[in-house]
């Protein structure tokens, strides 16, 4: 079976201080991976999303980067975070084969930026 | 802009009773939607969905029908239980190479015992 791993799950970063987040999908090949954000009281934003190594699309402009270095691992970076950077961030994942439509979401990182 | 609306921040209904849960979409481009559930510090997980080709779609407690010209979908859970309190998000996938999903803003039901 698939299982989305998402690190750390809780993150207090300085203002100014670089981040990373990693998220790795077992069980899947060549997957379509996703990062989304829930500020506080909001829904869903999608961030970027990746349908291959090295291709990563951006939905929004912001202070935010995307990698996806190999398969299953798709990473999420700043140089350096600003304060409206505080949010859940939710990594996902989707079949590309078939007609499979749905994302299966990973536990999430809490980041507050002080 | 947002294509995904769900214009009802919090709903209370008594345990036995139905909810009922709206969306309004403004893309008619969207094929296929998606219901989420949601708690606190968890990811969303994957409910129940439907495509644009049908008008209702049921899976034991929880059904949801599309109505394509009033672009609107709605869930329907009956009979509510209280482990069904949850932030309840409803997505419309776009035709996008990625199959992006657009999220609404989510609605907070809780079931009262």
């Known amino acids: 079976s698939q299982t989305i791993h998402q690190w750390p799950a809780t993150l207090v970063q300085p203002v100014g201080s670089p981040l990373s987040l990693e998220c790795t999908v077992e069980g899947t090949s060549n997957p379509n991976l996703y990062w989304y954000r829930q500020a506080a009281g909001r829904g869903l934003q999608l961030l970027f999303y990746s349908v291959g190594i090295g291709q990563i699309s951006s939905e929004v402009p912001q202070n935010l980067s995307a990698s996806r270095p190999q398969d299953r691992q798709f990473i999420l970076s700043s140089k350096k975070l600003l304060l409206s950077d505080s949010g859940f961030y939710l990594c996902a994942w989707k079949i590309t084969s078939g007609t499979y439509n749905e994302q299966f979401f990973g536990p999430g990182t809490r980041l507050t930026v002080l | ?113």
């Open chain 2, 1 to 113: 802009d947002q294509q995904v609306k769900q214009n009802s921040p919090s709903l209370s209904v008594q345990e036995g009773r139905i909810s009922i849960l709206n969306c309004d979409y403004t893309n008619s481009m969207f094929d296929y939607f998606l219901w989420y559930k949601k708690y606190p510090a968890e990811g969303p997980t994957f409910l129940i969905s439907i495509s644009s080709i049908k008008d209702k779609n049921e899976d034991g407690r929880f059904t949801v029908f599309l109505n394509k010209s009033a672009k609107h979908l709605s869930l329907h859970i009956v009979p509510s239980q209280p482990g069904d309190s949850a932030v309840y998000f409803c997505a419309a996938r776009s035709t996008g190479s990625a199959r992006q999903l657009t999220f609404g803003s989510g609605t907070q039901l809780t079931v009262l015992p």
